[in-house]
């Protein structure tokens, strides 16, 4: 188990298999998340220019689904 995991600048696409983290920074770069298991026990980081996501008192939002 991470504490933490930072997903670098520059990273469109992430694939989570398995992973156990506290907490989770995505960056603007993120447009791709495949995740067949994570499992994040402090919350979600999203930088907030990403177009795609972001993160809601921890919680990770697809912004299709929730005005951020």
Aim: hydrophobic content about 35%.
């Amino acid at each position: 188990i991470l504490d933490e995991v930072e997903i670098p600048q520059g990273i469109q696409q992430v694939n989570f298999n398995g992973y156990v983290t506290g907490k989770i920074y995505i960056p603007e770069s993120v447009t791709t998340l495949l995740d067949d298991f994570i499992m994040v026990t402090q919350g979600y980081e999203v930088a907030e220019g990403n177009p795609y996501f972001c993160s809601v008192d921890g919680f990770f939002i697809t912004r299709q689904k929730q005005n951020c």
